[in-house]
């Protein structure tokens, strides 16, 4: 595998922060996250890649929004111009999100992401 991105190494810095401020157990967090055994320390570690649901769920089970484990990232203004929009800067965003979020089932939180990408990626090809 190839050495830790920036991106991915602050990510991990920024959740591992989060979990000790709050006293949380890598185990702890992996349950209430939903994620497989001995994941956490790896993501933590940026050895291991992260998708969204899991960034959600980790979001979640640590009590911030997602946008927090990329505070700090750039040194730069906010990307403008042509680039996608930053759904935690967008109030229909941060609802979509908490919904999301709000979904016990495991199952039908993974199929509604897929749904929801699979129109995106439709209407992005027209």
Excluded: C, W
């Excluded at 640590?62 to 800067?89: C, K």
């Excluded at 709000?102 to 993974?110: A, E, N, P, W």
């Amino acid at each position: 595998m190839s050495p830790p991105s920036k991106e991915e190494r602050h990510v991990g810095q920024r959740i591992r922060d989060r979990r000790q401020a709050l006293r949380l157990s890598l185990d702890s967090v992996e349950r209430l996250a939903e994620l497989p055994a001995g994941s956490l320390g790896r993501i933590e570690a940026g050895r291991r890649r992260t998708g969204p649901a899991d960034l959600l769920g980790i979001a979640a089970a640590l009590d911030v929004s997602i946008d927090y484990f990329f505070e700090g990232l750039t040194d730069g203004p906010p990307p403008t111009g042509g680039q996608d929009p930053d759904p935690a800067m967008d109030p229909e965003g941060r609802q979509f999100v908490r919904a999301y979020l709000s979904i016990d089932d495991r199952r039908i939180r993974r199929d509604l992401f897929k749904l929801v990408r699979a129109v995106a990626n439709d209407r992005m090809a027209f």
